[in-house]
């Protein structure tokens, strides 16, 4: 009787530990690129606490490359979801009401008679206004100058939610600064380049090789996803008794991360999956950003090096206009930039952040990286903490008192906060030299041009082995992986 009686307490402590976990477990910490800003800006991973910055060191000019706030589902996936609601209704038309969970029996799409989609929502102007706040408050010498064009350069993709975060970055940034209404707003210049030739902020759609790529690569990347989607739509189906297809899992997944980043409704197509469920699609999400945009394969993130160099090159104008002691108001202060998750993976990549040191050296030798690992396994990457709607990094440039040497240092934050970087020796915070002859040089092996550019069916292409042509070197680089 005693060893019934362990026995029992046994199994209802691991069910009380199961059931607290899964009551911690927050759908919307694991929505990859999905994630909102305000979910996301404070998670530790791979950060640094406190700041190594010495007081006696002067920030003297702001990069910022930012992805636009949280958006509607765009046209594509409006239809999905029109699609989705249909489907469901066919579902559930014969079955008895209490075999169907509640609000699945009368859902309809939110988003119903939307026609347009994909832009810029209220939580995302919020997001970026908010960010515009804090990022003058942090840095107040930087923004004390009055507004001029040429000061604090504002810069966005041609895409409206890029746009339309700048100015709600703007008007954050600069509020109580003008005389426009009561919130003294004043008005400040936002400029675009043509999206078909902005190598700096739509690089990935300026690279002819790079959407070969993608377009040669999505159906493997599909395929890899497969396996994961087969086993959570026979064990969604086994638990709830419906007959869901892998395209019906598939679109309510997307209706998950829909409604808990964009509505915060986490119990309606959430509550379908299990927290373990919820980790394996957002790790096949990921897997996708890694292989598709991130360190999978070095045409990604090589295709960026016209921003990285921009970045450097705002950098050493400021020192310049430093050396020079020209008058305030004369110089950039701060260059910001609106644009994408596609371009804001690319550039994390550049900067080799999520990375320890042995991948850092791998990446600059253009090798490729170990995919992502499998739940239950843990990842440094991860597409909700790399490129959250809102998501950023910063470069800080500094300038150290006269008689220390080096003079200047670089601080990089991601997403407001000090990471470390694996070319400044695992530090957010380094001099200007090192980063320069350890992140960005490496980098510059290739021209835009010669990379993005080059005839793929020209034998002369080859790779730096003389083995394989430079698009078999492409297409072929990603790993495969047991899922």
Known sequence: MAMKTVWLIILVCCFFVVSQADQAFDVRHHLSTVTRYSVSKDVTQNLIEGSNVPSECTPIHLNLVARHGTRSPTKKRLRELENLAGRLKELVRNLPSDKVPGWLGKWVSPWKGKVKGGELIRQGEEELYQLGIRVRERFPTLFEEDYHPDVYTIRATQIPRASASAVA????????????????????????????????????????????????????????????????????????????????????????????????????????????????????????????????????????????????????????????????????????????????????????????????????????????????????????????????????????????????????????HPIAVPGCDGKDFCPLEDFKAKVVTPHLKHAFNNLCNANLDDPKQNHPSGKLSFWSWLVGSSQKTEL
């Not at 759609?205 to 959407?211: A, R, S």
């Not at 016209?306 to 104008?317: A, I, N, Q, T, Y």
């Not at 499998?374 to 909700?384: E, L, N």
């Not at 470069?395 to 997403?415: D, G, I, R």
């Open 169 to 416: 970055f703007g008007m954050g940034l600069f509020s109580e600064k003008g005389d426009l209404g009561p919130g003294r707003n004043r008005a400040f210049a936002v400029t675009s380049e043509n999206r078909a030739s902005d190598t700096k902020l739509r690089f990935f759609e300026c690279c002819q090789n790079y959407k070969s790529y993608r377009k040669a690569k999505e159906p493997a990347v599909d395929k890899l996803k497969e396996p994961v989607l087969n086993k959570i739509t026979a064990s969604v189906v086994k638990r709830h008794g419906l007959s869901f297809t892998k395209q019906d899992v598939s679109s309510l997944w997307f209706l998950c991360k829909q409604e808990a980043s964009l509505l915060n409704v986490t119990n309606q197509s959430c509550e379908l999956f299990t927290p373990s469920e919820v980790a394996l699609l957002e790790w096949a999400d990921d897997l996708e950003v890694f292989i598709l945009k991130g360190y999978g394969n070095s045409l990604n993130y090589k295709m960026g090096v016209p921003l990285l160099e921009d970045v450097l090159h705002s950098m050493e104008e400021a020192i310049k206009a430093r050396e020079e002691n020209l008058p305030a108001g004369s110089y950039e202060k701060a260059r910001l930039r609106f644009a994408h998750a596609e371009t804001i993976v690319p550039f994390s990549c550049l900067l080799g952040l999520f990375l320890d040191a042995s991948e850092f050296e791998k990446i600059q030798k253009e090798k490729p990286l170990e995919l992502p690992p499998q739940p239950p396994k843990t990842r440094d990457f991860k597409g909700s903490t790399m490129a959250p709607f809102g998501g950023n990094n910063m470069l800080v440039l500094y300038s150290c008192p006269a008689a220390s040497s080096p003079k200047y240092f670089v601080q990089v934050l991601h997403n407001e």
